[in-house]
C-alpha cells in the first residue's frame, strides 16, 4: 500500500519525518515497505489540457494548451492520449526528473513548448504500465 502524508494530513496533522512516522508504525505492528518520496523529482504540478491540435509539422506530436493552476502554458507532445480536459503530470521548466535530466523551454519542430506532459515511466513510478502515453488523473484532482 502507498500512503502519502499529505492525504494523511488532510484528516490529521502530522508534524513529523517521514523516517519517524514508518518506524512509529513499525513499533505498533504495522509493516511497511518503502518510506520515502513516491517520485524523486522537482517542480511536477498537475495540469489540465484546456486545447489540444496536431502539430503544423508532425504526424504525431500535438500542441497542448496546459492550465498549470496560475497560469497556461503551452507544451509540444508526443503521447498518443493527449486530450482535451485531461489532468495529468506536468513537469515545468527547471524540473529535475528521477532520471537526472533537467527540463528547459524549448521548440520541437518549431513550436514553442514550456514544459513537459508526464508518463508513469518517466517518472519511474513502481509498476509503471507498459502502455505509452501521459498519466491520466482523475478529473476532480487539482
Request: with cysteine; charged share 20%; net charge negative.
Amino acid at each position: 500500500m502507498i500512503l502519502s502524508k499529505k492525504f494523511v494530513n488532510d484528516y490529521i496533522e502530522i508534524d513529523d519525518t517521514i523516517e519517524n512516522i514508518a518506524n512509529n508504525m513499525t513499533r505498533v505492528g504495522n509493516e511497511y515497505d518503502y518510506a520515502g518520496k513516491l517520485i524523486n523529482a522537482t517542480n511536477l504540478v498537475i495540469g489540465e489540457v484546456l486545447e489540444c491540435t496536431m502539430h503544423p509539422d508532425s504526424d504525431h506530436l500535438n500542441v497542448c494548451m496546459v492550465n498549470i493552476g496560475d497560469k497556461v502554458v503551452q507544451i509540444v507532445c508526443g503521447a498518443p492520449n493527449a486530450a482535451l480536459g485531461l489532468k495529468t503530470v506536468a513537469a515545468l521548466p527547471g524540473a529535475m526528473m528521477p532520471n537526472g535530466s533537467l527540463i528547459f523551454p524549448g521548440a520541437l519542430r518549431g513550436v514553442q513548448s514550456y514544459g513537459m506532459l508526464c508518463s508513469a515511466r518517466e517518472l519511474e513510478l513502481p509498476n509503471a504500465p507498459e502502455v505509452r502515453g501521459i498519466i491520466e488523473l482523475s478529473s476532480d484532482l487539482s
